[in-house]
């Protein structure tokens, strides 16, 4: 039972243009929502959040947008980098719970 | 701020065999998490704690102890490895339990033969 899908094993981008990488969940009780990114040999680092109370949370390069109605989330990176080449995670949070769900993830390659 | 250690980095256990995956933290966080990342899939909750003396099982908890005396401690026990427990380990913090982000470790990567 995936509650959190990230559909896309992977991306490739070209340096310069936009990154979208895609999230879809199946709880109506999450209510908060995180993007990780994750090199090799580390752990995942926090990146961006959103709260089910807004639909759009933007930070320098990366946005993250929140569809509700369709339990989908996207993050944008604008303009992507080569420092950008990672795994990225999605993981959401149910509302009164401590847990928190993770995708499988996407590895994004950004090629110069 | 070290932030989340972990020790050891790399692990080879036999069947059998027993061991401690230890994590601390320095950010006086109450809560603490363990996480395994089996490959080309996401991280699986073992157990979290939401402060010394309370933990809780998470989606994947068999095979698995935790104990919390301290605030800064959250170690993992393995009793009897089995290979199904091959995996990366990741320990992580936070300083809310809801709506904030996770500090995580560097992992440990366990392989059981």
């Known amino acids: 039972d995936q509650q959190v899908k990230q559909n896309s094993p992977s991306l490739s981008v070209q340096e310069g243009r936009i990154s979208i990488l895609n999230c879809d969940y199946t709880?109506?009780?999450?209510?908060?929502f995180l993007w990780y990114k994750k090199y090799p040999a580390e752990g995942p680092t926090f990146l961006i959040s959103i709260s089910s109370i807004k639909d759009k949370n933007e930070d320098g390069r990366f946005t993250v947008f929140l569809n509700k109605s369709a339990k989908h989330l996207s993050l944008h990176i604008v303009p992507s980098q080569p420092g950008d080449s990672a795994v990225y995670f999605c993981s959401s949070q149910a509302s009164g719970t401590y847990k928190y769900i993770f995708g499988t993830g996407t590895r994004l390659k950004v090629l110069a | 701020n070290a932030g989340v250690t972990q020790t050891p980095k790399f692990r080879i256990l036999k069947i059998g065999q027993s061991m401690t995956l230890q994590c601390t933290q320095d950010m006086n966080h109450n809560y603490m998490y363990w996480y395994r990342q089996d490959p080309g899939m996401g991280l699986k909750l073992i157990y979290y704690?939401?402060?010394?003396?309370?933990?809780d099982k998470g989606e994947v908890p068999n095979g698995y102890n935790v104990s919390r005396s301290t605030t800064e401690d959250f170690p993992l026990r393995l009793e009897l490895a089995a290979p199904s427990q091959t995996s990366v380990y990741f320990c992580?913090?936070?300083?809310?339990?809801?709506?904030?982000?996770?500090?995580f470790g560097p992992g440990t990567r366990l392989t059981v033969l």
């Open positions: 704690s939401v402060g010394a003396g309370i933990t």
């Open positions: 992580a913090s936070s300083l809310q339990g809801s709506s904030g982000e996770q500090f």
């Open positions: 709880n109506s009780m999450f209510d908060y």
